[in-house]
């Protein structure tokens, strides 16, 4: 097989993955309406997550938990066995991406059928802010990983150690198949747009962990997407709960700020397009406040200033844990698997 026939099977695997992510959001909306008529408590605050049965059993915890068991641990198995026996990356799918597609794909059904049977997932055991944590974690992750490729803030990468940034692109996978498993057996596979929405967004994400050793894989306009979808994502959700008078503005130009500020930086672009891109967020963000009030502007800064805080947290942490297992190696090495 040639090269070129390698990328093609690669790329060819990914647009397919998505329309097939878009066809089982598709069949979670479908399958959902049968939903409709299993009663919830009330809502009460932001803290409690509303789609769980008033009265679990033991068969519903256990549906939701085993489920999800099974899920990661073939998961890290999958990802273990192509770091160990693999170990190389192509233009094309190894085995081992078939069959982790297949089980993805399988483990999804199995979810689907799961919440038509027994209805709960992880949410009626774990706080709701577990879920939004993990997928905050991996998004800081991938700022920390690709610190030397784009850099932190306008180009410039921030003081982390080569070492911690090998150490977290080396064992990624780990961490982004949990926060990726564990947030889609969190909730049930209900129809609100919502749901909707983050299934799709989940599916995306395993497909991306599905094609692990690939050039799709690193693909940077496809995981610069994946990244972005989060803005998109939080956006709709906000603007759904919350209104036109809502929170909606934080997430929308949060998220973009640290696109403007780091993630627009490891496209290769040019000079004048990225301080384009720079004006038309900040145009933008003042037509926005202008209406809403120009003293609430403060607010498009939280969420930057949280990822970048948590990326300096996590470098430090790593670092440490690093320097601790070097000092405790009898040879003074971090030992490698």
Same mark, same amino acid.
């Given at each position: 097989m040639t090269?070129?026939?390698?990328?093609?099977? &690669?790329?060819?695997?990914?647009?397919?993955g998505v329309v097939a992510s878009a066809a089982l959001t598709g069949l979670v909306w479908l399958a959902g309406q049968r939903l409709?008529? !299993?009663? =919830?408590l009330p809502d009460q605050g932001a803290s409690w997550y509303y789609w769980k049965l008033p009265e679990p059993t033991v068969w519903t915890r256990l549906s939701a938990w085993l489920g999800y068991a099974a899920h990661q641990?073939?998961?890290?198995g999958l990802i273990y066995y192509a770091q160990t026996r693999v170990r190389r990356y192509t233009g094309g799918l190894h085995r081992v991406n078939v069959v982790a597609l297949a089980v993805n794909f399988g483990f999804i059904l199995l979810h689907q059928a799961q919440t038509q049977v027994f209805y709960d997932g992880l949410a009626q055991d774990v706080s709701i802010f577990s879920s939004q944590a993990s997928v905050v974690l991996l998004l800081i992750v991938v700022l920390l990983m690709e610190n030397r490729r784009r850099g932190l803030f306008a180009g410039r990468p &921030?003081? !982390?150690?080569?070492e911690v940034t090998s150490f977290a692109r080396r064992y990624h996978g780990y961490l982004f198949s949990w926060a990726a498993v564990y947030t889609f057996w969190y909730h049930p596979m209900e129809t609100t747009s919502g749901h909707l929405i983050g299934f799709f967004y989940m599916f995306l994400i395993l497909l991306q962990g599905s094609l692990f050793l690939t050039r799709a894989h690193t693909n940077r306009w496809w995981t610069l997407t994946l990244e972005l979808l989060v803005a998109a994502h939080g956006t709709l959700v906000a603007f759904m709960n919350t209104g036109p008078d809502g929170a909606w503005p934080m997430f929308l130009f949060g998220f973009l700020g640290v696109f403007v500020?780091?993630?627009?930086?490891?496209l290769g672009l040019g000079a004048t397009t990225r301080w384009i891109l720079a004006a038309c967020y900040a145009g933008a963000v003042v037509a926005v406040y202008a209406v809403r009030g120009i003293g609430e502007a403060t607010e498009v800064v939280r969420i930057p200033a949280i990822e970048y805080l948590l990326v300096g947290v996590l470098a430090v942490? =790593?670092?440490?844990?690093?320097r601790?297992?070097?000092l405790r190696s009898p040879a003074g090495t971090v030992p490698r698997r």
């Open positions: 090269a070129g026939a390698r990328t093609t099977g &690669a790329n060819t695997a990914l647009a397919w409709a008529g !299993i009663a =919830l641990v073939a998961f890290w &921030a003081p !982390i150690s080569a500020l780091t993630q627009m930086h490891g942490l =790593l670092w440490a844990v690093l601790l297992a070097r």
